[in-house]
């Protein structure tokens, strides 16, 4: 997989994971993958919620460390 750019979200409450996310990926190409790291537990559901809402694909999940990392590769 290879991550087109990375959003470092760590320490921030929702909703700014997300913002932050919707920002960067208006700036990615069609099938582009963002990387994004946050500590927010919140930000499980509402990225999965968020993706399938967009018509991005939310790829992969994982937390290591107390730091959740989302990889999502953008829709048409």
Avoid: R
């Amino acid at each position: 997989m290879k991550i087109t750019k990375v959003v470092d979200a760590k320490g921030m409450a929702c909703p700014m994971p997300i913002v932050k996310t919707k920002k960067e990926m208006k700036q990615l190409e069609s099938g582009d993958i963002l990387e994004v790291q946050a500590t927010d537990k919140g930000a499980l559901k509402d990225f999965e919620a968020w993706a399938k809402s967009t018509g991005h694909e939310l790829l992969q999940t994982k937390e290591a460390d107390g730091v959740l990392t989302f990889h999502i590769k953008k829709g048409e």
